[in-house]
């Protein structure tokens, strides 16, 4: 009898990429911006973590602007981390733009374009309006359909009660279609738009909360609507300057949004529209939400960027710029002048640097644990030992990625906790930077265009 293969079933849904950073979750910091040992998926660098922090505090109180700090260290660090601890921190409410050195040179549009662009993706408007809502809990709906097809167009009534009242509204052929897209029934709790006649479903009434319908786990339940069915509301909505520029200078609008076709913006579109956005704030319309912009690789920057970012930073809508770099004393891109981490000393006197430690060999052990933890792979207390050694030795980067390796060769010898032989295994299948480079040079001779004899023969034809 042949042997019956049952596919095994996934949820689609809960499957998630896993991502070098996305065991981050904040800065791991308490009330009073202190830094804990190990919270929210940073561990160590305490007093950069706490720079970070008083940074984000800055930000949320939205006073400052045109501030920026540098994030200095060696690479594995943690730099783009606390980056990201930075974004994850502020929340959905305030704009964070990344931004990668490399990028600008890559793009269809001048270089000062680019960086004009990430500054205006950096700065929320949150404007305001006041809109004229029908809100109430639906009794009943009645939907008049004709007997015979095309003959008339539906009509129906739609009934809606408060704790205070209750009425009944003639519906027309577009309210019905809305009705039928959202799927309202009686005892569904829902809000009208009076202008646009937009249909919002706000979730089902608790006095319907014991009827036997069928109803999922993610059903809301809220309260039937106090006083009048028909009240002003205050809308709130955020946007970034970047979008309304873009809306505003593409023939095609918002949609411009979606392809990314975006372009190069002229210079009076944005002085337009900072104009109608001044107006707005002087009438309590709208009010400006200053963000955080990033770029990391920031050495990758040449003279050019950096003297449009010094004149940029002095702008009043400017967003708190954070750049990160991994560069001792090198050359300035577009110049022969050398500086420190590779930027101008003009720029450099604006940053507030936050420097970052290597991790101590108990910190890499921490950090090891979460990355298990997060990639979903048991591994034993020895295998936990040795890697943690690796990580000293070579990098954290190249530990981390001996994890998934590693629980790759258990799974192929039908293991269920990844050993030592494991990690030894793929220890040996795949060489690190130092063994790597060792191997370059004891065969280097087999390789082609090798620069390192050439260098010696130069070097011994000057001590002769």
Same mark, same amino acid.
């Given at each position: 009898m042949a042997e019956l293969k049952i596919s095994e079933m996934r949820d689609l849904t809960r499957i998630e990429r896993i991502g070098a950073h996305s065991h981050i979750r904040g800065l791991g910091l308490d009330s009073s911006l202190e830094p804990r040992l190990t919270s929210e998926g940073m561990v160590g660098q305490t007093s950069a973590r706490k720079a970070a922090g008083v940074i984000v505090k800055m930000v949320q109180e939205g006073k400052i602007a045109g501030r920026a700090v540098l994030l200095a260290g060696q690479p594995g660090t943690g730099k783009t981390a606390i980056a990201m601890g930075m974004a994850k921190s502020l929340g959905q409410e305030t704009p964070f733009a990344m931004l990668a050195g490399s990028e600008l040179y #890559?793009?269809?549009?001048?270089?000062?374009?680019?960086?004009?662009?990430a500054f205006r993706k950096a700065i929320g408007v949150r404007i305001k309006e006041e809109a004229e809502v029908i809100e109430g809990e639906v009794v009943e709906v009645q939907i008049d359909r004709p007997a015979?097809?095309?003959?008339? #167009?539906?009509?129906?009534k739609l009934t809606l009660k408060t704790t205070d009242m209750e009425t009944v509204y003639d519906l027309g052929a577009k309210m019905i279609e809305g009705l039928g897209k959202e799927k309202v029934q009686s005892g569904d709790v829902i809000a009208i738009d009076k202008a646009s006649g937009k249909i919002t479903k706000l979730g089902r009434s608790f006095s319907r909360s014991r009827d036997y319908d069928a109803m999922g786990p993610q059903t809301k339940f809220v309260q039937c609507p106090e006083g009048e069915l028909q009240k002003r509301k205050e809308i709130v909505h955020c946007v970034t300057l970047h979008e309304i520029d873009v809306i505003n #200078?593409?023939?095609?609008?918002?949609?411009?949004?979606?392809?990314?076709?975006?372009?190069?913006?002229?210079?009076?579109?944005?002085?337009?529209?900072?104009?109608?956005v001044a107006e707005w704030r002087e009438e309590g319309k709208a009010e400006i939400v200053p963000g955080v912009l990033f770029i990391d690789e920031v050495h990758m920057l040449d003279i050019?960027?950096? #003297?449009?970012?010094?004149r940029a930073l002095e702008n009043d809508m400017a967003p708190i710029l954070v750049v990160a770099t991994n560069r001792g004393i090198t050359t300035i891109r577009g110049t022969n002048y050398r500086s420190p981490h590779g930027i101008p000393i003009d720029f450099l006197d604006r940053l507030l640097i936050i420097s970052t430690q290597p991790y101590k060999e108990e910190e890499i052990r921490k950090i090891l644990d979460i990355r298990c933890q997060e990639e979903d792979v048991e591994m034993s207390e020895d295998a936990k030992v040795l890697l943690t050694k690796i990580g000293v030795n070579t990098s954290l980067r190249y530990a981390i990625h001996l994890i998934t390796s590693a629980a790759l060769a258990c799974q192929k010898r039908k293991g269920k906790i990844v050993e030592v032989e494991d990690i030894t295994r793929v220890y040996n299948l795949f060489y690190d930077v130092k063994r790597s480079t060792q191997y370059l040079m004891e065969y280097q001779s087999q390789y082609m265009f090798n620069q390192v004899e050439a260098e010696e023969d130069e070097t011994t034809a000057m001590v002769s």
């Open positions: #890559s793009l269809e549009m001048s270089k000062t374009e680019a960086l004009m662009q015979v097809a095309g003959a008339a #167009s539906k009509t129906g #200078s593409r023939t095609q609008g918002f949609l411009a949004l979606f392809t990314g076709d975006t372009g190069e913006i002229r210079a009076e579109v944005r002085e337009q529209i900072d104009t109608k050019e960027c950096f #003297s449009f970012l010094n």
